[in-house]
C-alpha cells in the first residue's frame, strides 16, 4: 500500500509543484487505484508515474474548487482512449454538484466514454460511511473551508492470520487438502488419531492500515476526529508558522496548525501537502523544521512521490 502525489501545490500550478492529486495505490490488497482530488494537469502527472488510468477505479473529490477537479473531464476522456478490452467503469464521490460539473463538461466537449461513471454525491446531511466493501470501509466528514469541503477517512479492515506451514509440517499434517482445511480454520483429525485444532496454527489478525486524507481547511475538530491513530495524515499546509491569522481568513491551515491536528489525534505519521508557490526549498526545510517542534514524524511531501504504509 503506498501514497502517490500527482500535486502538491496550492491554488495554481508553479514549475515544482502541481496543483491538487493524490493515489492511495491497493495494487496488492485489492488491484486497484484510488484517486483523491484531480486538479488540472493531473493526466499529464500521471504519465510520469507507472499508474494505469484503467487501475484508478474510485476518485473521491474533496471540493468543488478548481485546482481539485479541473483536471477531471481531460482525465476521464484520456481514459476512454484504452483498448476495448482494458476499459472499465469508475466511481466518483463527492460534494453534489460534482456530477453536473463532469457531465456538462462532457456534454459540452462533446466527449463520449465508453465506459460508466457511477456518482456518489453528499451534503453535509448525508455524510459518515460513504464506502464499505469486504476489506475497507471510507468516512467523510466536513471541513472548515471556504466552501463545502471534506476530509476521508480509509480504514482497512482487520487482514487474517497467517498460517504457519512449517509448524503444521512438524505436527504431521501432510500438505494438500488438510492444509486448506486448517487455514479455513477447520479443526481437523489425522489417521493417527490427533486433532489439530486449527486456531492453534493461524496467527491472531492483524490490524488494518488507516490513511487520513484531508481537502483544504482551517483547524477544525473534525479533522482530529478523521486522523484518530490514523498510520498516516495527508494534512494542507498553505501558510507557515506565524501566518494563522492569514490562514484562517482563507480557509486554510498553517504547518503549525497541521502538526496539532497530528499530534491531538495520535497519528504516526504527518505528510504535509498542498504547499503555497511562494515557499522555497530552504523554506520548506524550515516549514518542516517548525512543524518537527509539534509533532516529531513530519514530512513535506513533493510531487510525484511515493510514500509506503
Not at 485546482?67 to 476512454?80: A, T
Not at 523554506?283 to 504504509?309: C, G, W, Y
Request: glycine share 8%; with cysteine; net charge negative.
Amino acid at each position: 500500500m503506498q501514497l502517490q502525489f500527482l500535486g502538491t501545490g496550492a491554488g495554481q500550478p508553479s514549475k515544482a509543484r502541481n496543483v491538487s492529486s493524490l493515489v492511495l495505490k491497493l495494487l496488492e490488497e485489492i488491484n486497484e487505484v484510488w484517486m483523491f482530488d484531480c486538479g488540472e494537469g493531473t493526466q499529464h502527472q500521471i504519465l510520469e508515474t507507472t499508474i494505469k488510468p484503467r487501475k484508478i477505479s474510485k476518485i473521491f473529490i474533496t471540493h468543488l474548487h478548481g485546482d481539485h477537479i479541473f483536471g477531471l473531464p481531460g482525465f476521464l476522456s484520456s481514459r476512454s482512449f484504452q483498448a476495448n478490452e482494458e476499459q472499465t467503469d469508475i466511481e466518483i464521490y463527492g460534494p453534489k454538484g460534482i456530477k453536473n460539473f463532469v457531465m456538462s463538461s462532457l456534454r459540452v466537449s462533446g466527449s463520449r466514454l465508453p465506459y460508466r461513471i457511477d456518482f456518489h454525491e453528499f451534503d453535509e446531511n448525508s455524510l459518515g460511511k460513504i464506502l464499505e466493501t469486504d476489506k475497507f470501509t471510507v468516512y467523510a466528514d466536513k471541513l472548515d473551508h471556504t466552501i463545502f469541503c471534506v476530509g476521508y477517512r480509509v480504514m482497512q479492515k482487520d487482514l487474517e492470520g497467517t498460517l504457519d506451514a512449517d509448524k503444521l509440517r512438524e505436527a504431521g499434517v501432510p500438505f494438500g487438502p488438510l492444509f486448506g482445511k486448517v487455514k479455513n480454520g477447520q479443526d481437523i483429525i489425522l489417521e493417527d488419531g490427533t486433532k489439530i485444532i486449527a486456531a492453534d496454527y493461524i496467527s491472531a489478525p492483524r490490524p488494518g492500515k488507516t490513511i487520513t486524507i484531508l481537502g483544504d481547511t482551517r483547524k477544525t475538530d473534525s479533522s482530529v476526529r478523521l486522523a484518530v491513530a490514523a498510520d498516516v495524515l495527508v494534512h494542507e499546509a498553505t501558510y507557515g508558522k506565524g501566518d494563522e491569522k492569514m490562514a484562517r481568513k482563507h480557509g486554510h491551515s498553517t504547518n503549525m496548525q497541521a502538526a496539532e491536528v497530528a499530534k491531538e489525534a495520535g497519528v504516526k505519521q504527518l505528510l504535509l501537502n498542498h504547499i503555497s508557490a511562494r515557499f522555497l526549498s530552504k523554506d520548506i526545510r524550515v516549514m518542516r523544521q517548525d512543524a518537527s517542534t509539534v509533532f516529531e514524524n513530519v514530512h513535506v511531501v513533493k510531487d510525484l512521490e511515493e510514500v509506503e504504509i
